[in-house]
C-alpha cells in the first residue's frame, strides 16, 4: 500500500499531536508537496519565504551570506522536523537566510493563508504549532549557549552527539561555520578525535 505525503506527516508528528479524521481531511487540501535535489534551494535569500515546511525526507540547512560572499549555517533540518526562516514566514518580509537541500529532499509545504486556515479550523493544529515554535525557540537558545559557553572541541563533541546523522552527510565548511568554526580548525578536532 502506497503512503500519501500527507499520511506520512501524520505518522511522524504522532508524538506530538494526534488529528481527527476531519483534520485529515483539511491537511490533503491544505499541505503540498515538493521534492527537492541536492543544492536546491527552498528559500532564497532577499526573498520572501514563502512556505512553512515539513520535511518528509532528507536533510537541509538554513544560512546567510555575509557582504563578502561567506556562508554561515545556523541550522539544520532533519527528516521529521520543521524548517522555515520564521521571521520573513511571520511577517511577510524578505528574509536574510536561505534554505538549501545537502541531499535530495522531500517536504510537505503549508503557505501562511493555508496555515492561518488550518488554525481556525482545526484545534491541534494550534496545539501543534505552538509546540513546534516552543521547540524552534529551545533549538536556538541551546545552539546559542553551547556557541558562547563551549570550546571548539566540546561544540564539536555536542554537535556528533546531538546531530549525529547530519555530521555524516553535511560538508565540513557547513559543520564548521555551524559550529562558529573555521574548516581548518574543525579538520584539526576532527583528527584529534580519530587518533
Given at each position: 500500500m502506497i503512503v500519501?505525503?500527507?499520511?506520512?506527516f501524520i505518522?511522524?508528528?504522532?508524538?506530538?499531536?494526534?488529528?481527527?479524521?476531519?483534520?485529515?481531511?483539511?491537511?490533503?487540501?491544505?499541505?503540498?508537496?515538493?521534492?527537492?535535489?541536492?543544492?536546491?534551494?527552498?528559500?532564497?535569500?532577499?526573498k520572501r519565504c514563502t512556505h512553512l515546511s515539513f520535511?518528509?525526507?532528507g536533510y537541509l540547512r538554513k544560512f546567510h551570506t555575509?557582504?563578502?560572499?561567506?556562508?554561515?549555517t545556523s541550522e539544520f533540518n532533519s527528516p521529521g522536523s520543521?524548517?522555515?526562516?520564521?521571521?520573513?514566514?511571520?511577517t511577510e518580509q524578505v528574509s536574510f537566510e536561505s534554505i538549501e537541500a545537502i541531499t535530495d529532499a522531500e517536504v510537505l509545504q503549508l503557505?501562511?493563508?493555508a496555515l492561518q486556515t488550518l488554525y481556525s479550523n482545526s484545534f491541534n493544529m494550534n496545539v501543534l504549532g505552538r509546540k513546534v515554535l516552543e521547540r524552534s525557540c529551545i533549538l536556538r537558545e541551546l545552539w546559542l549557549k553551547k556557541m558562547i559557553s563551549l570550546s571548539g572541541t566540546e561544540r564539536y563533541a555536542w554537535f556528533i552527539s546531538e546531530y549525529s546523522d547530519v555530521a555524516k552527510i553535511a560538508r565540513l565548511q557547513h559543520i564548521a561555520s555551524f559550529l562558529g568554526l573555521k574548516p581548518e580548525t574543525l579538520s584539526r578536532i576532527r583528527?584529534?578525535?580519530i587518533s
Open positions: 500519501s505525503p500527507v499520511d506520512r505518522q511522524a508528528i504522532a508524538p506530538l499531536q494526534i488529528f481527527n479524521e476531519n483534520e485529515k481531511a483539511l491537511f490533503q487540501q491544505e499541505f503540498s508537496f515538493k521534492t527537492l535535489r541536492t543544492g536546491d534551494l527552498l528559500v532564497e535569500e532577499n520535511v518528509l525526507s555575509d557582504e563578502n560572499g561567506n556562508e554561515t520543521f524548517s522555515a526562516v520564521y521571521y520573513s514566514f511571520y503557505s501562511f493563508r583528527r584529534k578525535r
